[in-house]
């Protein structure tokens, strides 16, 4: 049996926030801009965060470099790709770093502390870091885009990991490092920490300092001190971002491979965002061996011998005996392929529940890098 | 220059999805086979390449995989809490630190913390002596099945930042040690997996310039991973794409056969104008069959080490 798909524009109906999830190398970014391209198709006003696209991709899209302000991509372009929007099409590319620095720019009380954090060695070192940061940033920015309005739909994708869950970890776990500021009555003993915390904290101190060195130490101390305040609004924002994703208005789509790793990955995924009161929207699986065949076709696991003999036999007439062979035993591995897939998304189907979303997108004879390969994608994503 | 498999430590990087994980299992049964005490580590949790061995996870034990092949699932926790234990000394102190809390959040998050002592550990299981265990098994080869190229030179470069925090004291000495044997091309090697499409070989060409830029460090060993059979000649598609318009009735399965070989012939062909592309960039890059079975278990891990040993 042919599984029926959904339609993305379905699941995204009435909301403004599609965050795209998924382990690293599944199509993420593709699938992300897909989305954005096919509802601007459909009228809407979207932009596009992306994290990491090919340079093609990017290129294509008119967003070359790295650049916090979102791009209108040119009408031409996508009428061009068969893509002619009815609403528009904005897309950025994420710059983390430089995300974390307007962060402190506007929460920074004065000039002297805002200068005094970014040139802390501490803070470079994290807003630098790959991991953790990027994940960070990406809520940051798609709750300031939400905040600033001015578009129907956020599409946002996320940064490359091999767990999807990380995307949900890492902000979690950079907000408590930047709240665990109550250190530096530790870090600096001698003020008023000492008294309030009590005599362990002099041994505490003394074992840090062996461990650590002293110089790490103060570098901490002044991180935490020129933080000061601003870490509370830190908190609050996160907290902020938090309701933004658990509310109506936002939806998370998984991204997947017919692999079953990543589709017992889904299933956690899915698992852990209805434990944080997140909405799961549905799963993208992508890249599926499908030959298109009738149901039935398909349900003989793999087709059997005589029936390719048959085939064998029917096509050495076009084609001469070698050639037909060849074809036949091409045909056996690519059915073979199809076959694990299709039980594989019925796998997904099951355990998911029926009535979440499942859309196929697959294997598509182009690797995407363009408008015309989102097209491609878009056609599956929004089947008509 | 030395065989790669004769280093003492290898990480496996490359983007997400391309088989980093296959290829780290591959090279570990391969020295395994050449009569190394070889160890397969695992970054972030993931257990992929240790599954291809057995069903249960192994966890931050070092585990017999295979005849002369163990695993290890590095937990940056464990690891600094051993790493800390020998730094301490004293046990009461050390829980005293360990089981506070707010130090508990701060090294959970703290930048770098986790790459550095997960790193750190791997560079431990590379020791001769070993310094933050009593243990006295002692590996030949440490294959690390690292994080996808951005994340993994962020591990690769741990080190490096945290000498640069750090400035004096035992934190900066223990990553002087573990800078210096990481940059050692005598001691560690790079290997990078790409798939042979056009996002993998572009992050590998850019891999290889920042490893260089930023670590002074050479790609040891590029593999190609999932190389489609050239099947057909350029004639035979031809034959087939007339044939494709013409045959075939409602039902027959002749059309979506040919349809599925022409597919394979345009892959083929895309794939190997990117592994020319990456050939003129690189020299000696190899490559690996794609296999056609749907998930890859131990005896298709095994073909590719073979693979491997006829091409490294």
Same mark, same amino acid.
């Not at chain 2, 004293?90 to 550095?116: C, D, H, K, M, W």
């Given at each position: ?193 000492? !008294?309030? /915390?009590?005599? &362990? ?5 003394? @074992?840090?300092? #062996? *461990?650590?060195?002293?110089? +790490?130490? $103060? ?52 698992? !852990?965002? /209805?434990?944080? &009161? ?5 799963? @993208?699986?992508? #890249? *599926?061996?499908?030959?298109? +065949?009738? $149901? ?52 997904? !189907? ?10 196929? @997108? ?9 408008? $015309? ?12 | ?312």
């Amino acid at each position: 049996m042919s599984p029926a798909t959904s339609n993305v524009a379905d699941v995204l109906a009435g909301k403004s926030i599609c965050v795209c999830a998924g382990a690293g190398g599944v199509g993420k970014t593709t699938v992300a801009a897909a989305i954005a391209a096919g509802m601007a198709a459909r009228g809407k006003r979207v932009v596009v965060v992306t994290i990491d696209p090919a340079r093609r991709l990017a290129t294509s899209l008119g967003i070359p470099d790295l650049g916090n302000e979102e791009r209108l991509v040119e009408p031409q372009r996508l009428e061009a790709a068969g893509l002619a929007p009815n609403g528009e099409l904005w897309a950025m590319m994420l710059d983390p770093k430089r995300t974390f620095d307007e962060l402190v720019e506007r929460r920074a009380p004065d000039a002297a502390t805002r200068d005094a954090v970014l040139s802390n060695r501490i803070y470079q070192e994290l807003s630098n870091a790959v991991a953790g940061s990027q994940e960070y940033m990406a809520m940051e920015k798609l709750y300031e885009l939400h905040e600033e309005g001015g578009y129907d739909l956020l599409v946002l994708d996320t940064p490359p990991s091999r767990n999807a869950l990380d995307f949900l970890d890492a902000p979690e776990r950079l907000a408590r490092f930047i709240d665990s500021r109550s250190l530096q009555f530790f870090l600096a003993p001698g003020r008023r920490g000492l !008294r309030i /915390l009590g005599r &362990g904290t002099g041994v505490l101190f003394g @074992v840090l300092k #062996r *461990v650590t060195g002293i110089d +790490l130490l $103060a570098d901490l101390s002044d991180f935490f001190q020129s933080f000061g305040d601003m870490a509370e609004g830190f908190t609050e924002r996160a907290n902020r971002v938090n309701q933004l994703l658990t509310s109506r208005a936002a939806t998370f789509l998984l991204v997947t491979s017919p692999q079953s790793e990543s589709m017992e990955e889904a299933e956690l995924f899915r698992s !852990r965002l /209805l434990d944080d &009161g997140m909405p799961f929207g549905g799963a @993208v699986v992508n #890249r *599926v061996h499908d030959l298109g +065949l009738a $149901a039935d076709g398909d349900a003989k696991a793999g087709g059997d011998a005589g029936e390719h003999a048959d085939l064998e036999r029917e096509l050495a007439g076009a084609l001469g005996d070698s050639l037909a062979a060849k074809v036949v035993r091409n045909f056996e591995d690519y059915r073979a392929l199809a076959t694990h897939d299709r039980a594989s998304v019925e796998r997904l !189907r099951d355990r998911l529940g029926r009535g979440e979303s499942l859309i196929l @997108v697959p294997y598509l004879d182009e690797d995407v890098h363009d408008l $015309a390969g989102l097209a491609a994608v878009g056609e599956h994503l929004f089947p008509a | 220059m030395a065989h790669v498999l004769d280093k003492r430590l290898l990480f496996v990087t490359g983007k997400g999805g391309v088989g980093k994980s296959t290829v780290a299992a591959a090279l570990g049964l391969l020295a395994a086979r050449r009569g190394k005490r070889v160890i397969l580590c695992e970054l972030a949790q993931q257990e992929r390449a240790s599954r291809v061995f057995r069903d249960e996870g192994i966890g931050f034990e070092e585990t017999e995989l295979a005849s002369g092949l163990a695993g290890i699932s590095i937990d940056p926790q464990r690891a600094m809490e051993e790493y800390l234990r020998t730094q301490v000394g004293s046990r009461a102190l050390f829980r005293l630190l360990f089981e506070n809390r707010i130090f508990q959040y701060f090294t959970a998050a703290a930048p770098g913390v986790r790459e550095i002592v997960s790193i750190g550990k791997v560079w431990e299981l590379a020791q001769l002596e070993r310094p933050w265990t009593k243990k006295s098994s002692r590996y030949d080869l440490v294959v690390v099945d690292a994080p996808a190229t951005g994340h993994g030179l962020g591990i690769l470069r741990a080190p490096r930042t945290m000498r640069d925090i750090a400035r004096v004291g035992p934190i900066r000495r223990q990553a002087d040690r573990i800078d210096t044997f990481i940059r050692d091309s005598r001691q560690t090697g790079i290997v990078t997996v790409a798939l042979p499409e056009e996002m993998p070989v572009t992050e590998t060409i850019e891999f290889r310039v920042r490893l260089l830029d930023e670590m002074k460090m050479a790609v040891d060993a590029f593999v190609i991973n999932g190389l489609y059979p050239e099947r057909f000649s350029g004639k035979e598609a031809r034959a087939m794409t007339s044939a494709e318009a013409t045959s075939g009735s409602d039902g027959s399965l002749a059309r979506p056969a040919m349809r599925a070989a022409l597919a394979e012939h345009h892959r083929a062909r895309t794939q190997r104008s990117q592994v020319r592309r990456l050939r003129k960039e690189v020299d000696g890059a190899v490559t690996l069959p794609y296999l056609f079975e749907p998930e890859l278990g131990l005896a298709e891990v095994e073909r590719l080490s073979h693979e491997l040993e006829r091409r490294l």
